[in-house]
Protein backbone atom coordinates (compact mmCIF):
# COMPACT_ATOMS: atom_id res chain seq x y z
CA UNK A 1 0.00 0.00 0.00
CA UNK A 2 1.58 3.64 -1.37
CA UNK A 3 1.93 5.93 1.97
CA UNK A 4 1.36 9.45 1.99
CA UNK A 5 2.16 11.45 -1.14
CA UNK A 6 3.47 15.28 -1.15
CA UNK A 7 4.29 17.12 -3.87
CA UNK A 8 6.66 19.11 -4.94
CA UNK A 9 8.96 17.84 -2.53
CA UNK A 10 10.83 21.51 -2.46
CA UNK A 11 9.36 25.26 -3.38
CA UNK A 12 11.44 27.90 -3.74
CA UNK A 13 9.18 31.29 -3.48
CA UNK A 14 10.02 34.90 -3.34
CA UNK A 15 7.89 37.40 -1.09
CA UNK A 16 4.39 37.79 -2.45
CA UNK A 17 3.75 35.01 -4.18
CA UNK A 18 0.96 32.11 -3.49
CA UNK A 19 1.65 28.62 -3.11
CA UNK A 20 0.07 25.09 -3.61
CA UNK A 21 0.93 21.87 -2.12
CA UNK A 22 -0.85 18.81 -2.91
CA UNK A 23 -1.45 15.67 -0.69
CA UNK A 24 -2.10 12.28 -1.58
CA UNK A 25 -3.62 10.31 1.73
CA UNK A 26 -2.86 6.47 1.73
CA UNK A 27 -5.40 4.54 -0.46
CA UNK A 28 -8.53 4.27 2.03
CA UNK A 29 -8.05 6.89 4.30
CA UNK A 30 -10.50 10.14 4.27
CA UNK A 31 -8.97 12.60 6.66
CA UNK A 32 -6.35 14.49 5.97
CA UNK A 33 -4.35 17.26 8.22
CA UNK A 34 -1.50 19.74 7.61
CA UNK A 35 1.19 20.69 10.27
CA UNK A 36 4.15 23.55 9.47
CA UNK A 37 7.08 22.23 10.99
CA UNK A 38 9.87 24.96 11.80
CA UNK A 39 12.97 24.48 13.93
CA UNK A 40 12.21 24.51 17.56
CA UNK A 41 8.25 24.65 17.15
CA UNK A 42 7.74 21.18 16.39
CA UNK A 43 4.51 20.71 14.55
CA UNK A 44 1.82 23.39 14.87
CA UNK A 45 -1.54 22.07 13.65
CA UNK A 46 -2.92 24.19 10.28
CA UNK A 47 -6.15 21.91 9.44
CA UNK A 48 -7.96 19.05 9.21
CA UNK A 49 -10.07 17.48 5.92
CA UNK A 50 -12.87 15.18 6.05
CA UNK A 51 -15.25 14.91 3.48
CA UNK A 52 -14.46 17.56 1.98
CA UNK A 53 -14.98 19.83 4.47
CA UNK A 54 -12.55 21.38 6.87
CA UNK A 55 -13.55 20.15 10.46
CA UNK A 56 -10.55 22.21 12.75
CA UNK A 57 -8.66 24.88 12.09
CA UNK A 58 -5.06 26.14 13.87
CA UNK A 59 -4.54 29.27 14.73
CA UNK A 60 -2.81 30.60 10.97
CA UNK A 61 -3.65 33.91 8.95
CA UNK A 62 -6.26 33.58 6.71
CA UNK A 63 -3.68 33.73 4.14
CA UNK A 64 -3.11 29.58 4.89
CA UNK A 65 -5.75 27.70 3.16
CA UNK A 66 -7.22 24.59 1.79
CA UNK A 67 -9.23 22.06 0.32
CA UNK A 68 -10.28 18.18 -0.23
CA UNK A 69 -11.32 16.82 -3.16
CA UNK A 70 -13.91 13.64 -3.38
CA UNK A 71 -11.14 11.37 -3.91
CA UNK A 72 -9.69 12.89 -0.56
CA UNK A 73 -6.63 13.92 -1.91
CA UNK A 74 -5.96 17.01 -0.04
CA UNK A 75 -4.31 21.09 -1.40
CA UNK A 76 -3.10 23.71 0.82
CA UNK A 77 -2.71 27.11 -0.35
CA UNK A 78 -1.11 30.01 1.06
CA UNK A 79 -1.19 33.34 -0.24
CA UNK A 80 1.19 36.49 0.06
CA UNK A 81 3.97 34.49 1.43
CA UNK A 82 6.16 35.99 3.57
CA UNK A 83 9.98 34.97 4.99
CA UNK A 84 8.42 33.68 7.88
CA UNK A 85 6.38 30.91 6.05
CA UNK A 86 9.57 29.04 5.06
CA UNK A 87 9.12 25.62 6.69
CA UNK A 88 8.39 21.81 5.96
CA UNK A 89 4.62 21.35 5.54
CA UNK A 90 3.75 17.94 6.55
CA UNK A 91 0.28 16.41 5.55
CA UNK A 92 -0.79 13.14 8.05
CA UNK A 93 -3.91 10.98 7.12
CA UNK A 94 -5.98 9.14 8.79
CA UNK A 95 -8.62 6.10 7.91
CA UNK A 96 -11.07 8.42 10.12
CA UNK A 97 -11.36 11.91 11.66
CA UNK A 98 -10.64 12.57 14.82
CA UNK A 99 -7.84 9.48 14.85
CA UNK A 100 -4.83 9.35 17.23
CA UNK A 101 -2.83 7.44 14.68
CA UNK A 102 -1.98 9.76 11.74
CA UNK A 103 0.60 8.31 9.28
CA UNK A 104 2.44 11.09 7.47
CA UNK A 105 4.20 12.35 3.86
CA UNK A 106 7.99 13.35 3.69
CA UNK A 107 6.74 16.88 3.72
CA UNK A 108 7.42 19.72 1.32
CA UNK A 109 9.96 21.89 2.05
CA UNK A 110 8.87 25.22 1.25
CA UNK A 111 11.50 28.28 1.30
CA UNK A 112 10.60 31.78 0.66
CA UNK A 113 13.39 34.30 -0.55
CA UNK B 1 -4.68 26.64 25.98
CA UNK B 2 -3.14 23.22 25.47
CA UNK B 3 0.15 22.99 25.48
CA UNK B 4 3.07 20.18 25.58
CA UNK B 5 6.68 21.27 26.74
CA UNK B 6 9.52 18.29 25.43
CA UNK B 7 12.84 18.45 26.89
CA UNK B 8 15.62 18.77 26.06
CA UNK B 9 15.99 20.45 22.58
CA UNK B 10 19.12 18.39 21.36
CA UNK B 11 21.41 15.38 23.60
CA UNK B 12 24.17 13.58 22.69
CA UNK B 13 25.07 10.46 23.86
CA UNK B 14 28.11 8.05 23.11
CA UNK B 15 26.90 4.88 21.08
CA UNK B 16 25.76 2.51 23.96
CA UNK B 17 24.51 4.84 26.27
CA UNK B 18 20.94 5.72 27.31
CA UNK B 19 18.60 8.63 25.90
CA UNK B 20 16.02 9.79 27.80
CA UNK B 21 13.69 12.63 26.56
CA UNK B 22 11.05 14.02 28.62
CA UNK B 23 7.85 15.59 27.77
CA UNK B 24 4.93 17.55 30.59
CA UNK B 25 1.17 17.69 28.92
CA UNK B 26 -1.27 20.69 29.93
CA UNK B 27 -4.33 18.86 29.42
CA UNK B 28 -5.47 15.95 32.26
CA UNK B 29 -7.66 15.20 29.54
CA UNK B 30 -5.24 13.89 27.31
CA UNK B 31 -5.44 10.05 27.44
CA UNK B 32 -2.86 8.91 24.36
CA UNK B 33 0.68 9.52 24.08
CA UNK B 34 2.38 9.17 20.63
CA UNK B 35 6.02 9.60 20.10
CA UNK B 36 7.31 9.85 16.41
CA UNK B 37 11.01 9.26 15.22
CA UNK B 38 12.00 12.12 12.26
CA UNK B 39 15.10 11.18 10.23
CA UNK B 40 16.71 13.67 8.44
CA UNK B 41 14.89 14.96 5.38
CA UNK B 42 12.07 11.90 5.97
CA UNK B 43 8.54 11.78 7.36
CA UNK B 44 7.61 11.49 10.87
CA UNK B 45 7.35 7.63 12.06
CA UNK B 46 5.30 6.17 14.93
CA UNK B 47 7.61 4.20 17.34
CA UNK B 48 6.12 3.57 20.25
CA UNK B 49 2.75 4.96 22.24
CA UNK B 50 1.01 4.87 25.42
CA UNK B 51 -2.53 4.94 26.85
CA UNK B 52 -3.01 6.91 30.09
CA UNK B 53 -4.16 3.40 32.02
CA UNK B 54 -1.20 2.15 31.59
CA UNK B 55 2.49 3.28 33.32
CA UNK B 56 4.98 1.92 31.17
CA UNK B 57 5.40 0.49 27.75
CA UNK B 58 8.87 -1.30 26.59
CA UNK B 59 9.55 -2.42 22.67
CA UNK B 60 13.27 -3.86 22.58
CA UNK B 61 15.26 -0.78 23.33
CA UNK B 62 12.90 1.72 23.90
CA UNK B 63 10.67 2.18 26.26
CA UNK B 64 8.02 4.86 27.79
CA UNK B 65 6.78 5.58 31.04
CA UNK B 66 4.01 7.67 31.97
CA UNK B 67 3.35 9.47 34.97
CA UNK B 68 -0.81 10.94 34.62
CA UNK B 69 -0.28 12.76 38.54
CA UNK B 70 2.12 14.98 37.55
CA UNK B 71 1.77 15.17 33.70
CA UNK B 72 4.92 13.78 32.79
CA UNK B 73 6.10 11.30 29.93
CA UNK B 74 8.93 9.89 29.03
CA UNK B 75 11.10 8.00 26.64
CA UNK B 76 13.88 5.54 27.23
CA UNK B 77 16.35 4.30 24.35
CA UNK B 78 18.34 2.44 26.02
CA UNK B 79 21.76 1.04 24.28
CA UNK B 80 21.70 3.66 21.27
CA UNK B 81 23.25 3.30 18.18
CA UNK B 82 23.97 5.67 15.16
CA UNK B 83 21.19 4.55 13.67
CA UNK B 84 18.93 6.19 16.64
CA UNK B 85 19.93 9.58 15.37
CA UNK B 86 17.25 11.60 14.86
CA UNK B 87 14.92 13.97 15.61
CA UNK B 88 11.70 12.74 18.31
CA UNK B 89 8.28 14.05 18.55
CA UNK B 90 6.25 13.65 22.08
CA UNK B 91 2.63 13.97 21.82
CA UNK B 92 -0.55 14.21 23.89
CA UNK B 93 -3.99 13.38 21.81
CA UNK B 94 -6.93 15.18 23.93
CA UNK B 95 -10.19 13.67 23.17
CA UNK B 96 -13.09 15.93 21.95
CA UNK B 97 -10.59 18.66 21.86
CA UNK B 98 -10.24 20.97 19.38
CA UNK B 99 -7.02 20.44 18.03
CA UNK B 100 -6.40 17.34 19.34
CA UNK B 101 -2.91 15.81 19.25
CA UNK B 102 -0.74 18.52 20.18
CA UNK B 103 3.31 18.08 19.61
CA UNK B 104 6.45 18.64 21.62
CA UNK B 105 8.99 20.92 19.95
CA UNK B 106 11.25 18.07 19.04
CA UNK B 107 14.59 16.99 20.49
CA UNK B 108 17.61 16.42 17.70
CA UNK B 109 19.50 12.87 19.51
CA UNK B 110 22.48 12.67 18.54
CA UNK B 111 24.45 9.19 18.91
CA UNK B 112 28.60 9.29 18.52
CA UNK B 113 30.05 5.95 17.34
Known amino acids: KAGVTQTPRYLIKTRGQQVTLSCSPISGHRSVSWYQQTPGQGLQFLFE???????NKGNFPGRFSGRQFSNSRSEMNVSTLELGDSALYLCASSLIPDSEKLFFGSGTQLSVL | GENVEQHPSTLSVQEGDSAVIKCTYS??????FPWYKQELGKRPQLIIDIRSNVGEKKDQRIAVTLNKTAKHFSLHITETQPEDSAVYFC????????????FGAGTRLAVHP
Open chain 2, 27 to 32: DSASNY
Open chain 1, 49 to 55: YFSETQR
Open chain 2, 91 to 102: AAWTPGGYNKLI
